[in-house]
């Protein structure tokens, strides 16, 4: 179990399409948990594997508890989008861009397939914030940050500057 630096845009391992994961052995299992420890750590909603340099297609996912629900917590292994549907625009920000925000487009909702710790094959379908997390994870492994995503969509001038992190980064 370990924390690991968060690598910082740009970084080259973040713009690194990630490589699908074969077998799920002992070194992979050391990985996720290093990956949990950085990402509560660093209090986030999500993290991927590039984020701590290792260029493999893996994310963790915390959706804090609220007053109805308990923290719900998800390891994908190789996740890929069934389908996503619907738009709206969000807040986002990211641990490998600190110190920054922007207003995104998003879908509502997102069907995602992928394999869990144990290797077996899982499908979430999700909205709110665990589909942005999922969007914004996936992303990462495809070597995409949000900001790439704001460029694309001329949103660039949403990005501001802030003061505290936001409790909502991935
Ligand atoms: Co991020």
């Not at 799920?24 to 594997?49: C, P, Q, R, W």
């Amino acid at each position: 179990m370990a924390v690991h630096p968060v690598r910082q845009a740009p970084d080259p391992v973040l713009s690194t399409k990630t490589k699908r994961v074969t077998k799920i052995d002992a070194k992979i299992k050391n990985l996720i948990e290093d990956m949990f420890d950085t990402m509560d750590a660093e209090h986030g909603v999500g993290l991927a594997a590039n984020q701590i340099g290792v260029p493999l297609r893996i994310a963790v996912i915390a959706i804090p508890a609220t007053e109805e629900d308990p923290e719900e917590r998800y390891v994908l292994i190789n996740p890929e989008f069934v389908k996503k549907g619907g738009e709206r625009i969000i807040g986002e920000g990211c641990l490998s861009v600190a110190g920054y925000r922007g207003m995104i487009k998003r879908s509502e909702w997102v069907k995602v397939k992928a394999l869990n710790a144990e290797g077996k094959a899982i499908r979430l379908k999700a909205e709110g914030l665990l589909a942005q997390a999922l969007e914004h994870e996936i992303d990462h492994l495809d070597g995409l940050l949000y900001v790439d995503r704001l460029k694309e969509q001329g949103a660039l001038e949403t990005l501001q500057k802030i003061e505290a992190p936001e409790p909502v980064e991935a």
